[in-house]
């Protein structure tokens, strides 16, 4: 499954017909861009966004986004409700700007999440809010984008511009330095030793993400060929974990174009679990936490039924059945962070599923196709969705 190619890509493709496409490529920097992440240029940002949020006695936050960048609001929602005296309330983009909030005031920061900036409707979304007397934030990659041009402040990650249209390193770096934003913005004297060991725990992530990611590689490839019959998936999560199943479905049906659907654990259990049958398969992100083991239940009631089974969980983790495929993290990674690090085998197994051939382009999923053109020519920026430039 991969090639010797891998080692050296080429960097002046704009379009790529074979592995290593540019997806592959923004996998593999996600350990750099965490790390750059840590360093001063993004860390004056979080001191700077988490002053002014000091200054206004700002007491609600409100997250946006739409797909990637959305389902990484959920996650941040349980991070900051964990580590700080905030109200936080992630929204669909469109629909925060269809059904605006009545708490909506001077004491509210708007953080918009927007990899290429270019949202359609972020802009006026902006303006309403600054209306309100709300402190806006563009949680982007792109410096100059429209979304930066119109916010009070910016929240820029590294990386820049990507060909591809999946996301992967762009959710990890969204979500990574939310993180540190809301460890800034942490009640310390109430959470002094929670604080500590998030504070170590994010500090050593990008390495520790490193390393797993050169041990998966081969691993992907293989667990794979275990999955290539597999027709459809669902994929169940829970808590701040319900980001990775929602990513993991989306990584899924982009990447290897295999439909996919995410589901909160239990509510799977409430009748998308009886629609299982061989050929479909369940993947069950069983990060530690209260609800682990409730997913572990569930993911072995699905192997009963004659799905295949992946389980993402803990080094060392007893589940009390063996899944068609086991991925393990490192034991000590916090349930708070474990969103980052938790999707990044499931995008690397969602890219080497697409390499065995679906009709979809890993880079540019089905937008090459006339049909799909035309039919997202109303929906999308032509030039975030046609040229992708």
Known sequence: MINEKKNNPPQSDEKRTAHPYWVWESIQMIPTVLQQCLGEQVTKQADSIADEIRK????????LGTGSSYFATIAEKYFFDAMTSFWSFPYVSSVFKSYPPKFLDEKTAVFFHSHSGKTEGDDAVVKFSQSKGAFTVGVT?????PLASVVDQVFIGPGGPKHEMPASRTYATALFRMMLLGLKLSTIADNAEAWQALDNSLKKMPAQVGEF??????????NVNRLKDVTSFFCIGSGPNLSTADECALALSQCAGVPSQSFEADNFVHGPLQTLKKLMGLVGIAAPGPLQDRILKISKAAQVIGAKVVLVLPEGTDCGFDPDVRIEIPADIPELLSPVFYMVPLWQTAYHFGLLGNGLHPDRLSMDKPEFIAAFSNLMYKDKWVTNK
């Open 56 to 63: 206004r006695k700002i007491d609600k936050f409100v997250l």
């Open 141 to 145: 990659d792109i410096e100059n984008s």
């Open 213 to 222: 990611m050169r041990k998966y590689e081969t691993a992907a490839g293989e």
